[in-house]
Nanobody
Framework: QVQLVESGGGLVQAGGSLRLSCVAS????????MGWFRQAPGKERELVAI????????YYEDSVKGRFTISRDHAKDTVYLQMTSLEPEDTAVYYC?????????????????WGQGTQVTVSS
């Protein structure tokens, strides 16, 4: 059973930075596609970034390109989301998710395992 635990959220001023972490349990982390999603109040959950099992492919939603960076550390079974130049529009609950098939997937329904979420609030 895969369990995901996020951390690193908080309150930050516009223009600031945060780094989210997601620690995965289970023996096959290096075969999972990992994604970060976010959900703001009253909005649908949206994809922020994904990273392939061997980190050879990354994808970013247009609004975060150039500001956010996804990475993973197999030695620590952890995926990160470095967020810089944060904007109030980035305020949301951020979720880590795993696609255990290892396929490149963009839709939330493809991800079988989810963390509990971590709140990111950006003040103007």
């Amino acid at each position: 059973q895969v369990q995901l635990v996020e951390s690193g959220g908080g309150l930050v001023q516009a223009g600031g930075s945060l780094r989210l972490s997601c620690v995965a349990s289970g023996p096959f982390f290096n075969s999972y596609t990992m994604g970060w999603f976010r959900q703001a109040p009253g909005k649908e959950r949206e994809l922020v970034a994904i990273i392939s099992p061997r980190s050879t492919y990354t994808y970013y939603e247009d609004s975060v390109k150039g500001r956010f960076t996804i990475s993973r550390d197999h030695a620590k079974d952890t995926v990160y989301l470095q967020m810089t130049s944060l904007e109030p529009e980035d305020t949301a609950v951020y979720y880590c998710a795993a696609d255990t098939s290892g396929a490149i997937s963009y839709a939330p329904r493809a991800y079988s395992h989810w963390g509990q979420g971590t709140q990111v609030t950006v003040s103007s």
